[in-house]
């Protein structure tokens, strides 16, 4: 049973950092290949697409970013302990939403249950 908890929302004020964290079980050795990612879900509105990396074996990928977040968010990953990183830095209010962690393989996608982060002026 594939499955994903985030850690690592809370409250802060604009400027502030927050680093999320997706810990994932069930995949074992398939990790790797998995394409990894961040969505984020204001009240009220749609899930939105924050940050992916590309799963593979023998390369790194590129991170790729949603426009508003580029250089001030980080997407990592460390397949040895099946967890999914994302380094947020100068936090807006419009960063507010429910951070859900992504994985996906071939036809295969897998969501975790997400963690609030709420940014306050």
């Known amino acids: 049973q594939v499955q994903l908890v985030e850690s690592g929302g809370g409250s802060v004020q604009t400027g502030g950092s927050l680093k999320l964290t997706c810990a994932v079980s069930?995949?074992?050795?398939?990790?790797?290949?998995?394409?990894v990612g961040w969505y984020r879900q204001p009240a009220g509105e749609a899930r939105e697409f924050v940050a992916r990396?590309?799963?593979?074996?023998?390369?790194?990928?590129?991170?790729v970013y949603e426009n508003s977040v580029k250089g001030r968010f980080t997407i990592s990953r460390d397949n040895d302990r099946g967890t999914v990183y994302l380094q947020m830095e100068r936090l807006v209010t419009e960063d507010t939403g429910l951070y859900s962690c992504?994985?996906?393989?071939?036809?295969?996608?897998?969501w975790g249950r997400g963690t609030q982060v709420t940014v306050s002026s």
């Open positions: 069930g995949i074992a050795d398939l990790f790797p290949s998995f394409d």
């Open positions: 992504n994985v996906r393989y071939i036809g295969r996608s897998y």
């Open positions: 990396l590309d799963g593979g074996v023998g390369f790194v990928s590129s991170p």
